[in-house]
Each structure stands twice: as structure tokens, then as C-alpha cells.
Nanobody
Framework: QGQLVESGGGLVQPGGSLRLSCTAS????????VAWYRQAPGKQREMVAS????????YYADLVKGRFTISRDNAKNTVYLQMTSLFPEDTAVYYC?????????WGHGTQVTVSS
């Protein structure tokens, strides 16, 4: 089934930016849609963005629309999430995966903490 590795998280101040990366190993992202999810303490995991196989269409949750940008580089088997104008409410562990029934096993995620 392969593996997913998320990276790029860290501690940023409100209003700051981070760029997350998701790299697949053992399968090819380039033939699959990919989504970013996040899970805050005490909350359910929620989808924040998704992108079609070739990057033709992107979708965002209302809470992140206009602030987050999802993109992909299929040659590198990598999907990115550029996050700007971050709020403390964006604090969560961020994960990537194939949405729906094609989902792989969840990776470890990468922690994003927005705090002053």
C-alpha cells in the first residue's frame, strides 16, 4: 500500500506562514487525487484542501479558503500545502492522504502550532 510522510510543520506566530510537504513512497501520487487533513486536540479529523490528479481543480474548506494553497509536483511524488495568515485555530496535526475509499494508512502527520 505504500507510505505517506508529512513534513514542514512547526511553531509560528499568528499571521505567519508555513509550507507543508507530503511525499508518497511505494505508490504513485500522479494517478490519484490527494487531500490535506488536520486534527486539533479534542476534535475530529477534517479535510482542509484537495487537488485533482493533474492539479486541474482544487477545493478548500471554508475556514481556510483564501489563506491556504494546495499544489502538487507529480514528478517528485509530492503534494504541498502553503499556509498563510495563520490563526491559533489552525493549530493541529496535519495529514495527507488519498480521499475516499482509496485512502492509504495514515502517516504520523506534522504538527503546526500557531501561537504568540
Amino acid at each position: 500500500q505504500g507510505q505517506l510522510v508529512e513534513s514542514g510543520g512547526g511553531l509560528v506566530q499568528p499571521g505567519g506562514s508555513l509550507r507543508l510537504s507530503c511525499t508518497a513512497s511505494g505508490f504513485v501520487f500522479g494517478i490519484l487525487p490527494v487531500a490535506w487533513y488536520r486534527q486539533a486536540p479534542g476534535k475530529q479529523r477534517e479535510m482542509v484542501a484537495s487537488i485533482t490528479t493533474g492539479g486541474e481543480r482544487v477545493y478548500y474548506a471554508d475556514l481556510v479558503k483564501g489563506r491556504f494553497t494546495i499544489s502538487r509536483d507529480n514528478a517528485k511524488n509530492t503534494v504541498y500545502l502553503q499556509m498563510t495568515s495563520l490563526f491559533p485555530e489552525d493549530t493541529a496535526v496535519y495529514y495527507c492522504n488519498v480521499p475516499g475509499p482509496g485512502a492509504r494508512s495514515w502517516g504520523h502527520g506534522t504538527q503546526v502550532t500557531v501561537s504568540s
